[in-house]
């Protein structure tokens, strides 16, 4: 069975940092790009940042470029968003979402965590 569990989220003031993780299990998690998207109240999901299989490369939305930080430990299963410098506008769902390099229209996406930056 194949599960995208995410977590690490919760509320966090302005300038205050998060880490989410999104532990994946069912699939061969070593050859899979692995995206994180969030989803704030009212607006459309959007990639945040994307990494993929081997971890030696990485992408940003440009609202993020050097306040997150995308990594894996394809040993664990796990996809990392280091966030900092948060800001009120990051206020979202966040999703982590898989997709196999290899095998088109195979992917998979997690139920989502809460991220709420607020004083």
């Known amino acids: 069975q194949v599960q995208l569990v995410e977590s690490g989220g919760g509320l966090v003031q302005p300038g205050g940092s998060l880490r989410l993780s999104c532990v994946a299990s069912?699939?061969?998690?070593?050859?899979?790009?692995m995206t994180w998207y969030r989803q704030a109240p009212g607006k459309e999901r959007e990639l945040v940042a994307v990494?993929?299989?081997?971890?030696?490369?990485?992408g940003y939305a440009g609202s993020v470029k050097g306040r997150f930080t995308i990594s894996r430990d394809n040993a664990k299963n796990t996809v990392y968003l280091q966030m900092n410098s948060l800001k009120p506008e990051d206020t979202a769902v966040y999703y982590c979402?898989?997709?196999?390099?290899?095998?088109?229209?195979?992917?998979?996406w997690g139920k989502g965590t809460l991220v709420t930056v607020s004083s």
């Open positions: 069912g699939f061969t998690f070593s050859t899979y790009t």
């Open positions: 990494i993929i299989s081997s971890g030696s490369g990485t």
């Open positions: 979402k898989a997709r196999s390099e290899s095998v088109k229209g195979s992917e998979y």
